[in-house]
């Protein structure tokens, strides 16, 4: 299995290749290039940062094209990572209104109650939709670990993990072969290794 990581310049990479490495996964590779994004079995699009700087990137390097081609059509399975997960929604309100590369119908805002601390940092609860594939054999809420300051929500159906901090927000999605996890397995130790295991095994 070939398991691609994006390479856009912005993400939290060697975490995430150390954390699959340790699920017993092989031949991972990082790049931006689309021969070596078209040859994946399974992509992830990791991110850290600011979401419009990111999409400024990967038009740059003309991923959000390879991505189209490559996810929508072909049909392969991706996992989008705290940004990453955002950035294949529609779009976000972070420094101005930016587009996503629409993969699916959510949008990013600012958490916006003032009497809660941003960014939401830390382990927190994940509500676990009962359909889910993501994390099969897990028990009803199980703990991630989080920072971040915007969040997602979606009034579509696209199979919705909630997280509740103050208000609910998608702490994960899943959509056809588009998966989206708002937290950070590499650095949810137990649970974030066995959902690697589980988006390798089950999309």
Do not use: W
Not at 22 to 36: H, M, P
Not at 46 to 60: D, H, N, R, T, Y
């Amino acid at each position: 299995m070939n398991i691609v990581i994006v390479d856009y310049g912005m993400g939290n990479i060697k975490s995430v290749v150390s954390a699959l490495k340790y699920t017993g996964a092989k031949n991972i590779i990082v790049s931006s290039d689309y021969n070596k994004l078209l040859s994946a079995d399974k992509l992830i699009l990791p991110g850290v940062g600011a979401f419009g700087q990111a999409m400024l990137s990967i038009k740059e390097k003309n991923i959000d094209k390879h991505l189209q081609e490559i996810v929508l059509h072909k049909k392969t399975p991706i996992m989008g990572i705290c940004l990453g997960m955002q950035l294949l929604g529609s779009s976000s309100t972070e420094d101005g209104i930016n587009e996503g590369l629409g993969f699916v119908d959510g949008v990013v805002r600012k958490f916006s109650i003032k009497n809660i601390r941003v960014p939401h940092v830390g382990f927190n609860q994940v509500k676990i939709n009962e359909n889910s594939k993501l994390y099969e054999g897990f028990p009803d809420e199980a703990d991630f670990y989080f920072t971040h300051s915007y969040r997602m929500t979606s009034d579509k159906s696209i199979i919705q993990s909630m997280c509740t901090y103050e208000n609910d927000f998608v702490a994960s999605f899943e959509f056809e072969n588009i998966v989206g996890t708002q937290f950070h397995p590499e650095l949810s130790q137990y649970n974030g290794l066995n959902l690697f295991k589980n988006f390798l095994k089950k999309f």
